[in-house]
Structures are given as structure tokens and as C-alpha cells.
């Protein structure tokens, strides 16, 4: 699936954010998941609020009108989202993944399991990615290349499609 996609890498060098993306980043979105800052701000504006009008009530006998409340415990819940989610992004664990491109096989080992790989003729083969993960993989020998039985360790050299091109690997003198 990984070959549906176009690989684009770029070097951007600085990148100017508009003001909402700088308002973003200061709430702390990108430093952890947006699900994450959209509860702290959420639950901050409601206990500020709940909190804002008590205090109100208890010391002038009023409260204001929940939209006029509202504005300075948003902003209120901003500051709070801030400084709560610079101190959660610091102790929570960060995105991790073991997704593995298609084309870190290239140059790993790979072995024969079903079939003879011929050239025309792809056999399967599994290997074991960086993560010990295995993968099973349609392999044929480059141009050039002998018929690979089964048990044959093969080196793949590059991905044609959904086949890889390899080579019969050599055994290390010992």
C-alpha cells in the first residue's frame, strides 16, 4: 500500500505560521494529541467558570450573565490549557510507531518458504523487519540470477511493484 502514495521529502527551511497556527501551537496542539488539549481547555473553561461566578456570588450576592462570564474564563481556560499542557506533554509518551516502509526491505535478508523463484515466476519468501516483524513477500531473481529453491537465503535488492528483485546471498566464510 505504501507504493500508492508519492514519497515527497522537502526542505522547507523556517516556516512562517499564520496567527491561528501560532495560537495553536501555544495551546499546545503538536505537543500532544488535540483530543488531549481539547479536554484540558474544556474542562479549565468549565471549572473557571463554575468557580468565577461561586466567588462572585459568595462575595458581591450576584452572578453575571453566563455569556458576559464567559470571556474571561475562556481566556482564563487558554493560560490554564497552556501551562497544564506543556507539564502533561513532558510526562506523557510520545507517538510511537513500528510501521515499517517497503523499502527498508530493500538490502535485508530474506527466506525462500513457498515456491521456486524464477525470473517471470515469483515464489514467497518471509523476513524479519527491524522491529522482529515478519513480512511475506513475493520475490524473483534479478537478471542473471539462478533459480532460488526453497530454504534459499536471498538479498532483496530492490521493489518492482508488489515483487522484490533479490539475489542469492552468500554465506560468510567461517
Do not use: C, N
Not at 104 to 125: C, S
Request: hydrophobic content about 50%; proline content about 6%.
Amino acid at each position: 500500500m505504501d507504493s500508492a502514495l508519492p514519497d515527497f521529502d522537502a526542505d522547507v527551511g523556517e516556516i512562517e505560521l499564520g496567527p491561528l497556527s501560532q495560537t495553536l501551537s501555544w495551546l499546545s496542539f503538536g505537543k500532544l494529541p488535540a483530543l488531549v488539549v481539547i479536554i484540558l481547555f474544556t474542562a479549565s473553561f468549565g471549572l473557571i467558570g463554575f468557580a468565577g461566578q461561586e466567588v462572585l456570588r459568595r462575595t458581591l450576592g450576584f452572578a453575571l450573565d453566563p455569556w458576559v462570564a464567559s470571556i474571561p474564563a475562556a481566556i482564563a481556560a487558554a493560560f490554564a490549557t497552556r501551562h497544564l499542557g506543556l507539564g502533561l506533554a513532558r510526562i506523557m509518551p510520545k507517538e510511537e510507531t513500528e510501521a515499517v516502509s517497503t523499502k527498508a526491505f530493500v538490502g535485508r535478508v530474506a527466506t525462500v518458504f513457498r515456491g521456486i523463484a524464477r525470473v517471470g515466476h515469483p515464489a514467497e519468501a518471509k523476513l524479519v523487519d527491524i522491529h522482529g516483524k515478519t513480512h511475506y513477500l513475493l520475490i524473483e531473481p534479478d537478471a542473471g540470477e539462478v533459480d532460488m529453491p526453497e530454504g534459499s537465503e536471498v538479498v532483496i535488492i530492490r521493489q518492482e511493484g508488489p515483487v522484490y528483485r533479490a539475489i542469492t546471498r552468500l554465506k560468510p566464510i567461517e
